[in-house]
């Protein structure tokens, strides 16, 4: 009778590991109304899972769920090496999602404007916090810093690099400079002053002289800039800043009310599709441009609220948003759109595609105020 009871103990008691087991499984992949900082979808955002676990050498379980995140950036010649950028918490970065986050230690713990990586040299990557940009030549271990502002209030908002000749790195300022490195980073020359902030600089990825500019005032410019550097010869000095073909694009933005909240400017890897997106809407332009069209979203414009868009790298078509509370996506340029509820009580920040796998999105968010 005692050894029936036992094995019936014994039996009850793996039940309920077994039990306990799945639950702990199913709330790490569980979605629904979770606060947590980062989540990964393998299936272009019908359904994500949590990714923020953080290894530990001592055993513990932990996490960066209580992050802020500022943007994401992904690698151009490795899509698993992803580098986050915060608020107030400094630099992350993953070599496979499924590995966990790792803390940069050689940044300052603050918050972190933009991040890119050279595209010829997975190990030189560049961080803008504050007035400051940092360099790390081995993979984020130590980072040096290779640009500062004098002036404590002008941040550096954007880093750009030439896809063709790394060497050539561009930054902009929210005093409104547009600064050039020929060095990869040694030293530095502005190139365009403006007379308002710069929010995002990109490199043409179908030709790496073009350079647009996004300013904090929603206006949009393009020029062409040496990329033949050679910081070598000093004859070719005036050459390798040289500004050409500036062009403002923004009379043909002006029949459309782009408000005052930028939020991104991105061009599609294969075909060179430009959009511009602010809270209120998303324009694209197919022709450098040229010339602009309004893509029709759910809701009227004054009552979009777009936090992050991004776009297939493999295919225009292909769109997606977030708002406080929702992801968008279409897969017919925009002429129709599917929604779902995010996967959080937080508010959508950062959209990351894999340019290897596009089916795979990175979704970044940041707690509601």
């Not at 002053?193 to 179908?206: A, D, H, Q, T």
């Not at 300013?215 to 062409?224: D, G, P, V």
Request: some cysteine; glycine content about 6%.
């Amino acid at each position: 009778m005692s050894s029936k009871i036992l094995k019936l103990g014994i039996l009850l008691i793996a039940v309920v590991l077994f039990s306990s087991a799945c639950s702990i499984t199913t709330t790490s992949n569980n979605s629904t109304e979770k606060d947590s900082s980062v989540f990964l979808s393998t299936d272009r955002g019908d359904s994500w899972q949590i990714m923020t676990a953080t290894p530990n050498t001592a055993g513990r379980l932990e996490n960066i769920n209580d992050v802020n995140v500022n943007s994401m950036t992904m690698d151009p010649s490795d899509s698993l090496a992803i580098y986050l950028a915060s608020f107030d918490r400094g630099l992350f970065y993953t070599y496979n999602i499924t590995n966990g986050w790792n803390a940069v230690a050689g940044l300052p713990t603050a918050t972190i404007n933009d991040v890119k990586v050279d595209p010829k040299n997975k190990c030189v990557i560049y961080a803008a916090l504050g007035n400051r940009v940092y360099r790390s030549i081995d993979c984020a271990r130590n980072f040096s810093q290779v640009y500062f502002d004098n002036n404590l209030g002008v941040t550096v908002n954007t880093i750009s690099i030439d896809h063709y000749n790394p060497k050539n790195i561009y930054i902009g300022t929210s005093r409104g400079e547009i600064i050039k490195s020929i060095d990869s980073g040694d030293s530095w020359r502005t190139i365009q002053r403006m007379e308002e902030g710069i929010s995002k600089l990109i490199v043409f990825p179908l030709d790496s002289r073009l350079v647009y500019v996004a300013t904090m005032k929603n206006r949009i410019f393009s020029f062409s800039s040496n990329t033949n550097t050679n910081a070598a010869n000093s004859a070719d000095l005036e050459a390798n800043f040289l500004v050409e073909n500036w062009t403002d694009l923004n009379d043909v933005l002006s029949e459309y009310n782009l408000g005052a909240s930028f939020k991104d400017l991105v061009v599609g890897a294969k075909d060179g599709v430009i959009f511009i997106s602010t809270e209120k809407l998303i324009l694209r332009s197919p022709d450098n441009g040229v010339s602009w069209e309004n893509i029709n979203l759910i809701q009227p414009d004054k009552e979009a609220v777009i936090n992050a868009f991004n776009v297939n790298p493999k295919n225009s078509s292909d769109l997606y948003y977030v708002t406080n509370t929702t992801f968008f996506r279409s897969s017919d340029g925009g002429a129709t759109w599917t929604t779902k509820k995010l996967p959080t009580k937080r508010a959508g920040r950062s959209l990351l595609i894999d340019f290897n796998n596009p089916n795979v999105i990175y979704l970044g968010t940041l707690k509601q105020k």
